[in-house]
Each structure stands twice: as C-alpha cells, then as structure tokens.
C-alpha cells in the first residue's frame, strides 16, 4: 500500500511537472512568437519597389524605398512588429475605448473622453484628406495590419490580457495625433473654468495678483518680464478677518499632509490605482485564479501613469525644452537645433527612432529624414531632412474655450444662439467592457462643442477646443518633409491641426526662426481667459489665422532663440496666443543665460546645458529656510538645529540624487506653498468642489510676495505671524523626510536624499499584472539628477523623452539618445539597451551607425 501511494505521488508530481514544463514552454514559444523580424526577407504586398531595412547596434532603422508610399508602408510595419500595443493604447486613449482590451478598470477614463467623440472627427479627418496624404497614410496603414500579421503570435500583452489585437485603420493613425491632445493640452476645461472660479468669488485685483500674467522669472524671445500685481490690501480682501468673524464648515487653512508640488496628482492616481486593484481582486480573484479559470486579465494590477503615458496633471509634467543658435555661433557655420521633450516615460518609449530614404521623383537629391517618430503616424515628428533641422516644446497657449450656455428656464435643453433657439443634440455612445457588459453613454453636443458637467452655479457649458477641428486634423500626415528652408519649413508648420508647440527651426544656411506648429484659432470679441456666452454672435471664433498672421521670429539679432513652456513673446503676438497656464520660465531662464554666457557652440556644449540640473530657482528658497531658522527657532525644535546646519554646509543648488539639502529645501517650498494657498483659496474650494489652483502654473510669483511683504490679512488664522507659518513649513519638511515622530527618530536628516523622493521608475503598463516576472517588464530604478525646475527635468516616472542635438547638413555631428529602447518586445535586444546612455546623459550618434540586422520587405 506504500509502494502504491509513493508510486502515484510520484506519478502525480510528475505529471505536474510535465504540465507546469508544457505551459511554461507553450508560453515561451507563445513569447518568441511575437518577436519582431530582424533579418532576411518578408513579404510585404503593395510595395512598389524592395525596401531595405538596416537596424545598427540599437535598432534603428534605416528605412530606404523607391518612394515616399513604400517607406510609409515599411514604417507602418516596422511600427506594428515592435510596438502594435503602445499604438493600440494610444487610439483607445483617444477614442474612449479602453476598457474594451483592459475591463471596468478604465470605464471613468473612457467616460471622461468621449464627451469629445474623437473617433468620429478622426473619421470626418480621413474623408478631408489631400490625395497624396490619402495615399501614404493608405500605405502606412496597409504595412501596420501586415506587420501585425506577419508575427506567430499577437503582442504578448494581449495573451496577457487574454484579447486579439484588432486591425488598424486610417482613423485610428489620427486617433493617435487626437492622443497627443489629451497628453499636451486641456481637455475639460480646468485651468479656464478655475480662473472664471476666482473673478467669480474674488475681487478682481486679488484674482489678478493669483493669477499672474508673468512673474521676474519670464524669459521670453520678444519683450520682456512681466512684474507679478501689488498684494491687494486688507481694505480689497481681509481673509483672515472673515475667517476669523465665521470659521470654515470643514478643515480649513491647512491640509493634514500637503503633497509635495507635481506630487499631488501622482498620490491621487496611487490612491486611484489602489481602488481599482482591490475591486479588481474583490471581483474576480487573485492573477493565478483568474488565469488558472481562463478568465482575462482585463482590469487587474495596471500601472495608469504607464498606461496612458503621462501623469495627466502636475506643476512641468508635461513639457519641453528646445533653443537654436545660427550659424554664427555654431560650429563650422552651421546652425543648430537642441530639443528635449518631456513626457511620462513608459515602456517602451513614446518615440522610436528611424531615417526615412526615398530617392526624388524628379531626380533630385535623396530625401534623407532622421529623427523620432510616433508609432502610430507616418510623419517624422522631430528631428532634421539635411535641409531644416526641427524641435517642439508645447506652447501651453490658449487652444480652448469654455462657452457658458444661456438656456431656457423651462427646457434645459434649449440654449440661445446667434441665430435663436437651438437644442442640444445627443447621440448614444457604446463603450465595450472586457469581461463586463458594454455601458451606454449619452453624450451631448452644442454648435460650439461638447457639453461639459455643470459648473459649481448650475450652469450648462459647452467646450471649444482646437482638438476638434476635422478640417484641421487632415493636415497633419507629412508636413515638413520636403521644407528646405526656415521660410519654407513656417509655410508647412503653421495651421496644421496637431496640439499647438513652439517650433524651432534651422536650415543648413544658418538661419533659425520661431513660430507656433498648430492652428491657432481666429477670437472675435474675446481674448479666451474666460468663460462666457457667445449667444449674441459678438464673442466667439471665426475660422483660423492664416500663414501671413502667424506669430513668427526670424533671424533675431541675438542668433539665439528658446522656449520651454514659458511664455516666449509679447504684445500682438501673446494677443493672437492667449495664455493657456504658461510655465513660471525658471527652465526658460536657465536656458536663456547658458546661451547668452558663450559665443561658439558645439553639439556637445548643447547636450551639457539638457543635462544641466542646478536649480536657481530655489536659491532664494534656500536663503529664505536658512533665514528663518534663526537661533530662537532652533532652541524651540529638536531637529531644526540639524537642519540648519545641512542645508547651510550642503547646499550647492543642483538637484543631486545625493543631496539631502536639496530634498528639505524643495520640500520646505512646497510646504509653504500647501499652507498659504490652501488658506488664500479656501473660499474658492468650499464653493468649487472641481477648482484647482495647480492649473495655474506662475503660483511662484504670488506665493513669494505673499512670504516676503507677508500681509497679516492673508495670514492663516492659525498662525500668529507669518514667521510662525515658515517655522512650520520647515518642521513639516523634516517630518517629511524622517516620519511624524521625527523628534524621536534616530535617523539623520543628511541620509534622507533627493532619490528617495524623487526616483526615476520607468514601468511597462502591465508589469503589474505579471507575477515575479512582472518587474523585469520594466526598466531599472535609477536615481537621476533634476527636478521640474531644471533644464535637466526629471520628476519620478517623467522627464525628457528624448536629447537631440543636431546641424542640418551636418547630421553626422548631432545627438540622439531616449530611454528604454526601440522593442516593446522583452526579449529583444533592443528593449532596453538604449537605456543606459540616457541615464547617464551619454551621447550616442544622431544619425543610425552600421548595420547589424537587415531586413529586405519584398513585394
């Protein structure tokens, strides 16, 4: 009977074994299945001509076809193979649609997005489109579906998530453009609809000291800074009497924990994440349960930052750096464009590298374009043709409006227009759920725009965005391909419908010039800060500026233009682009003076001034910290002792990994900024449940008038002079860092460093998901220098996407590097391997080195 059981026991182990062996190898060859082709030969139908793909040492592709068509349909290809699930994310981000692959999970993203009903003004795109745009998104279609088909198996993602990758479409690559609103710009309205909270609460000179239209740290290419208003006195607006006469119904004046700046939404989203994960885990059980059921995975573990690319609010999140020089300056007499652009830093990256070759029609020169593209778009999005060399920050103009509706008081429904009575039209939109039955959404549409939710009195809203412009959207495919000048290169740039950037240009005369990439809308009666009505017809918007009125610098005196997110120039100019929450400029400011301190210039002096962490910004911040730790204020705390003496023997200014000093000075700043705005703005949040004063980005400049003049009636009650209040932000600082029994601890202050608080996590959106195995989705945790403040930005999972610096005509001198790699696939060698240099702000070569892999796409 022992032998008996021993004997099934060993049966049934090994069967196991045999069993768990068979499903791990059917899940390896399921993986190497999907991974992408690198060498021999493939058919590709609809080619016109072989095209040669040549990968070199990091997967760049070298892409050279007989036309502009074939090329498109080779990057198409090459898009699907390494990166089909990035680019599916990307159109059911805009399209509302991705609770289809991911489950309930994502149900209130989608909800909140197709209020704008974008596959449909992708669709009217499509139908809007030149012919010869037709045909190359046509074939870049074509490639996309056939590189998808020519895998074994689907991106392993969608055996993950138990799902079958649906086709692409024409729609879908402008789906991807529409994306890139919703990252770059803002979608509902917070910025405009908070700003209208506060003329409506506020007197209008404290609304207008709030929300500044610049502050000293302005460092634009045309005009000058603008001085932050004069604190209102107390006979304008005595807050802290009017507290004091009726205190707040909840908690007012200071937050139990304010979140350090940039901070608060990542919390929000942890926070949001977590609910998702445990309703998830109520619902349907643990990964292994799930799985060992055939059950999808839709809706479990998912990293959201890494999901939709961004972290979607946040002080400098989502923004950009790029200058020029002429060919004054520039090395061997050739202009030169630095550009770095600063998104959520997922994996795979948001870019992925290539050089498109096509030989001309007309027997001309090669078209040579190399760059970053988007997966997703056939276009080269940054990046230089030999001709013009190109880079983007995001304009942070004004690219939306909200139109307060003026409606019948007997029928909501009704609303005045220009020419009478309208009613608000609804279509019933279907939202497919993974695992869970579709939800039916009503969304309804004005002759402005989409419905937003009521405002906090009731009112009915309509949203104007640019974002909505089929006829706009239609132009963006290839615009700048075949520029061969600055001139030409504007020509191209200006009134295409993709989210509104600065665009610096060069060409290989060495000439530079400034203007905005994007279609700027044409305001009537209005200047866009504001809600208002435009049912009368004397506000609202007619058509689209054209070329001749565009916003343009050319050849500027300096030889030196910038941007950052800052406002960039000034007058009719700054009319014509209306303020959008423009960035506070510290970045720009930095950038400015490196440029003004040298009169030569190499790629390499560029690529120092990208890397560049040292935070001016915070020098006055410091001095400030220092100042008000003064020998009384030490003797009344237990550790203020210690962090006087570290933020004074320390502080070198550089947004070091290794710096404690700057981890408590940054979080002193953010702690004074919680505590006096959460007081000055208290009236603003009891009314407006949605008001958010971190839409307004330039809170630098009343926020340090506030602690310099200190008027007593903006003082929070709670304190007895505004000394007290720093006194406390600096104890915060320190419990910050060491805990809330920071008294008692016995860790030193000089160990809690800048990395903890700000250390670089770059995750795949479904590392989450995979037990074990999970984090080798993900790149390594890196302790990087550079904050939001810096030339060198970097904030937790956020930071420059991409380093180029590069001479048009003169490519084989420029710079290129990016995090992670050009593979979304684990196992391929270029998953991570483009990865370290970004982290150590090495440079690798602009243009793709020798190839190592070639592939031959045959007709």
């Not at 992708?122 to 012919?131: M, Q």
């Not at 705390?637 to 320390?650: A, K, N, S, Y």
């Not at 209040?725 to 460093?753: I, N, Q, W």
Request: aromatic share 8%; net charge negative.
């Amino acid at each position: 009977m022992k032998r008996w059981i021993v004997r099934t026991a060993v049966t049934l182990a090994v069967l196991g074994l045999t069993a768990i062996l068979g499903g791990a190898a059917w899940a390896w060859l399921q993986l190497r299945g999907s991974l992408p082709a690198l060498d021999g030969q493939q058919a590709l139908t609809g080619l016109s001509a072989p095209v040669r793909v040549a990968r070199d040492a990091l997967g760049v592709p070298t892409i050279a076809g007989a036309t502009r068509q074939d090329v498109a349909r080779a990057t198409g290809w090459l898009h699907a193979q390494d990166r089909f699930f990035q680019m599916d994310l990307a159109r059911r981000r805009a399209a509302g649609e991705l609770s289809a692959v991911v489950g309930p999970a994502a149900l209130a993203i989608d909800r909140d997005i197709r209020i704008h009903r974008f596959r449909s003004v992708a669709a009217r795109a499509v139908s809007l489109l030149a012919a010869e745009d037709a045909a190359v998104l046509a074939a870049y279609v074509g490639g996309v579906n056939a590189g998808l088909q020519a895998l074994t198996s689907p991106p392993f993602e969608y055996r993950l998530l138990r799902q079958r990758p649906a086709p692409w479409t024409a729609e879908d690559s402008l789906l991807v453009v529409l994306s890139m609103f919703v990252t770059l710009q803002d979608d509902d309205g917070t910025y405009e609809s908070s700003l209208g909270t506060m003329h409506d609460l506020l007197p209008q000179v404290v609304a207008a000291f709030l929300a500044p239209a610049g502050t000293e740290w302005d460092a634009p290419i045309s005009g000058d800074a603008f001085a932050v208003p004069p604190i209102p006195g107390p006979e304008v607006y005595d807050l802290r009497a009017r507290r004091l006469a009726r205190p707040p119904a909840g908690p007012a004046g200071i937050s139990a924990a304010p979140a350090a700046e940039g901070a608060a939404p990542e919390a929000a989203a942890a926070r949001g994440a977590a609910a998702r994960k445990a309703a998830a885990e109520a619902a349907a059980g643990t990964w292994a349960r799930r799985v060992s059921r055939g059950e999808p995975l839709a809706g479990h573990v998912l990293d959201w930052a890494a999901l939709l690319g961004v972290d979607e609010r946040g002080d400098g999140a989502i923004g950009s750096n790029n200058w020029a020089v002429d060919g004054r300056l520039g090395a061997g007499g050739g202009a030169i464009v630095a550009n770095d652009m600063h998104l959520g830093i997922r994996v795979p990256n948001t870019w992925y590298r290539a050089r498109f070759e096509w030989p001309d029609p007309q027997g001309g020169e090669t078209h040579a374009l190399t760059g970053v593209t988007l997966p997703g778009v056939p276009a080269m999005v940054v990046g230089s043709n030999g001709s013009v060399a190109w880079g983007f920050t995001n304009t942070y103009a004004d690219w939306s409006d909200i139109v307060l509706l003026e409606t019948d008081p007997a029928d909501r429904d009704r609303y005045r227009t220009p020419e009478g009575w309208a009613r608000i039209e609804y279509v019933d939109e279907t939202v497919e759920v993974a695992g869970a039955a579709p939800e039916r959404l009503r969304v309804g549409t004005t002759i402005w725009g989409p419905l937003l939710p009521d405002d906090y009195r009731g009112r009915r809203r309509a949203y104007r965005w640019v974002a909505h412009a089929a006829d706009r959207l239609a132009g963006a495919v290839a615009p700048l391909e075949q520029a061969r000048t600055v001139d030409e290169a504007f020509d191209a740039a200006n009134g295409l419908g993709t989210p509104g950037q600065n665009f610096v240009v060069a060409d290989r005369d060495g000439r530079i010039g400034w203007t905005v990439y994007g279609a700027i809308p044409r305001r009537v009666g209005l200047d866009g800060s504001l809600p208002s009505s435009w049912a009368d017809g004397s506000r609202g918007w007619s058509g689209w500026l054209d070329d001749r009125e565009y916003p343009r610098v050319m050849d500027p005196a300096s030889g030196r233009l910038w941007t950052a997110n800052a406002r960039v120039v000034d007058g009719p100019m700054l009319a014509l682009l209306g303020d959008g929450s423009y960035e506070v400029g510290s970045r720009a400011l930095a950038i400015r003076d490196r440029l003004l301190a040298r009169e030569h210039f190499t790629p390499a002096d560029m690529l120092s001034i990208q890397l560049d962490a040292r935070a001016v910004f915070l020098d006055r911040w410091h001095d400030l910290l220092v100042h008000t730790l003064d020998d009384e204020a030490i003797a009344a705390g237990t550790r203020r002792r210690e962090l006087r003496d570290l933020v004074t023997g320390q502080w070198t200014g550089n947004a070091s990994p290794d710096s404690a000093a700057y981890r408590l000075v940054r979080t002193f700043r953010d702690e004074v900024s919680a505590m006096v705005f959460d007081f000055v703005l208290v009236e603003c949040r009891e009314a407006d449940a949605a008001f958010d004063y971190t839409a307004v980005r330039r809170r630098e400049g009343p926020l340090w008038a506030l602690v310099t003049e200190r008027p007593l009636h903006l003082l929070d009650p709670r304190f007895e002079s505004w000394h007290a209040l720093l006194l406390a932000a600096a104890d915060r600082a320190v419990a910050s860092a060491l805990g809330e029994d920071a008294a008692e601890s016995g860790e030193r202050l000089a160990d809690r460093v800048w990395s903890e608080m700000n250390e670089g996590v770059f995750r795949h959106p479904l590392s989450g998901a995979v037990p074990v195995f999970g984090r080798w989705l993900d790149m390594p945790a890196a302790a990087l220098p550079g904050d939001l403040y810096t030339p060198r930005m970097h904030w937790r999972g956020q930071g420059a996407s991409e380093r180029m610096v590069v001479s048009p005509g003169r490519e084989e001198e420029g710079l290129l590097h990016m995090p992670t790699g050009q593979s979304g696939h684990p196992l391929s060698p270029f998953y991570a391997n483009s990865h370290p240099a970004w982290v150590a702000g090495e440079p690798t070569p602009f243009l793709p080195g020798p190839a190592l892999h070639t592939l031959t796409l045959t007709p």
